[in-house]
């Protein structure tokens, strides 16, 4: 049989070559889509099925994308803070912008090539609420996807309904990730 198209080796473009590390993806837990009773004064919600991780970025995982990408350390610190932080790597980081954290998102979504970005604040509310689901949940002040009045919506485990914002410290403040349940 003869192939209506003959292909030469010259013309075969060049196998691609990826710079982009091996990543270690984190835990996540899948929340089913359904209604949830979220914010205050507490309302009915629907909220797609999504996948979140159990616990915050801690600072072995960030510090992997930092080491890869040559990113700023979280703070605008001088590097011996950063350099005395990073020593704790199972330590949940905390420090971070919400740029920082979107860029640890963009990292790892090239890295395992799965989609993950920082959740909206529904979807944190709903894991947030739901007994056994996310670990960690307490004073750390964490970033969301959403944006209110102004500026970029954090949640707390303190008061899982109440939209909090962040000023200029960002001490407390923290991320954890979803993981895209369509696409890639």
């Given at each position: 049989?003869?192939?209506?198209?003959?292909?030469?080796?010259?013309?075969?473009?060049?196998?691609?070559?990826?710079?982009?590390?091996?990543?270690?993806?984190?835990?996540?837990?899948?929340?089913?889509?359904?209604?949830?009773?979220?914010?205050?004064?507490?309302?009915?919600?629907?909220?797609?099925?999504?996948?979140?991780?159990?616990?915050?970025?801690?600072?072995?995982?960030?510090?992997?994308?930092?080491?890869?990408?040559?990113?700023?350390?979280?703070?605008?610190?001088?590097?011996?803070?950063?350099?005395?932080?990073?020593?704790?790597?199972?330590?949940?980081?905390d420090g971070v912008s919400w740029a920082?954290?979107?860029?640890?998102?963009?990292?790892?979504?090239?890295?395992?090539?799965?989609?993950?970005?920082?959740?909206?604040?529904?979807?944190?509310?709903?894991?947030?609420?739901?007994?056994?689901?996310?670990?960690?949940?307490?004073?750390?002040?964490?970033?969301?996807?959403?944006?209110?009045?102004?500026?970029?919506?954090?949640?707390?485990?303190?008061?899982?309904?109440?939209?909090?914002?962040?000023?200029?410290?960002?001490?407390?403040?923290?991320?954890?990730?979803?993981?895209?349940?369509?696409?890639?």
């Amino acid at each position: 049989m003869r192939l209506p198209i003959a292909y030469s080796r010259a013309r075969t473009p060049p196998a691609r070559v990826s710079t982009v590390p091996t990543v270690v993806e984190p835990e996540v837990i899948v929340v089913a889509a359904g209604d949830a009773l979220l914010g205050d004064p507490p309302r009915t919600e629907h909220v797609n099925v999504f996948a979140i991780a159990r616990r915050p970025v801690t600072v072995g995982e960030y510090a992997m994308f930092l080491d890869e990408t040559r990113h700023a350390p979280p703070g605008g610190g001088a590097p011996a803070d950063w350099e005395r932080k990073r020593r704790a790597t199972d330590r949940t980081l905390d420090g971070v912008s919400w740029a920082d954290a979107v860029a640890y998102c963009r990292w790892l979504t090239v890295g395992s090539n799965r989609i993950y970005r920082l959740p909206d604040e529904r979807e944190w509310e709903k894991a947030a609420r739901m007994p056994g689901t996310l670990e960690q949940l307490g004073a750390l002040r964490e970033w969301t996807n959403s944006w209110q009045n102004g500026g970029r919506v954090l949640r707390s485990g303190d008061d899982p309904g109440a939209r909090l914002f962040a000023g200029a410290d960002l001490a407390n403040v923290g991320f954890r990730i979803v993981r895209g349940m369509t696409g890639r």
